[in-house]
C-alpha cells in the first residue's frame, strides 16, 4: 500500500516562497501520476498541480502557473511542489496525492482529487506579513 507523508510546510510572508516535498512507502514512486491539492478555510479542496510518472507532462492551475513548479525524484521516491512568489491566496493545507498512471493519463489539466486513490495527510501553508 503506498503511503504518502508531506512536509515544508510553515508561515512565510507575501513574495516569499517554500517548497513542498511529498515523501512516498511501500511502493515504487515511478508507477505513479502524482499531484498537488489545497484547501483553504472555507472553501473545497482544489487541485494546484500534477506531474505524470517520468515527469513528461505537467499541469497547473491559472492561479499558480508561473509561479509554483513541480517535480519529482523516482529514485529517492519523493516529489515536490516549489512555490515562489507565495500570496495570502495561497493559504491553506496542502496535499499531496498518486495514483497509478493510466491510459488515457489523468494528469491533463488541472489535477481532479476524484481521480486520485492515494493521500497525504496534509501540511499547512499559511502567507502572511
Known amino acids: 500500500q503506498l503511503q504518502l507523508v508531506e512536509s515544508g510546510g510553515g508561515l512565510v510572508q507575501p513574495g516569499g516562497s517554500l517548497t513542498l516535498s511529498c515523501a512516498a512507502s511501500?511502493?515504487?514512486?515511478?508507477?505513479?501520476?502524482v499531484g498537488w491539492f489545497r484547501q483553504a478555510p472555507g472553501k473545497e479542496r482544489e487541485g494546484v498541480s500534477c506531474?505524470?510518472?517520468?515527469?513528461?507532462?505537467?499541469q497547473y492551475a491559472d492561479s499558480v502557473k508561473g509561479r509554483f513548479t513541480v517535480s519529482r525524484d523516482n529514485a529517492k521516491n519523493i516529489f515536490y511542489l516549489q512555490m515562489n512568489n507565495l500570496r495570502p491566496d495561497d493559504t491553506g493545507a496542502y496535499y499531496c496525492?498518486?495514483?497509478?498512471?493510466?491510459?488515457?493519463?489523468?494528469?491533463?489539466?488541472?489535477?481532479?482529487?476524484?481521480?486520485?486513490?492515494?493521500w497525504g495527510q496534509g501540511t499547512q501553508v499559511t502567507v502572511s506579513s
Open positions: 506531474i505524470t510518472k517520468a515527469g513528461l507532462r505537467r
Open positions: 511501500g511502493f515504487p514512486l515511478d508507477y505513479y501520476t
Open positions: 496525492a498518486a495514483e497509478r498512471e493510466t491510459y488515457p493519463p489523468i494528469c491533463t489539466g488541472v489535477p481532479r482529487q476524484d481521480y486520485y486513490g492515494h
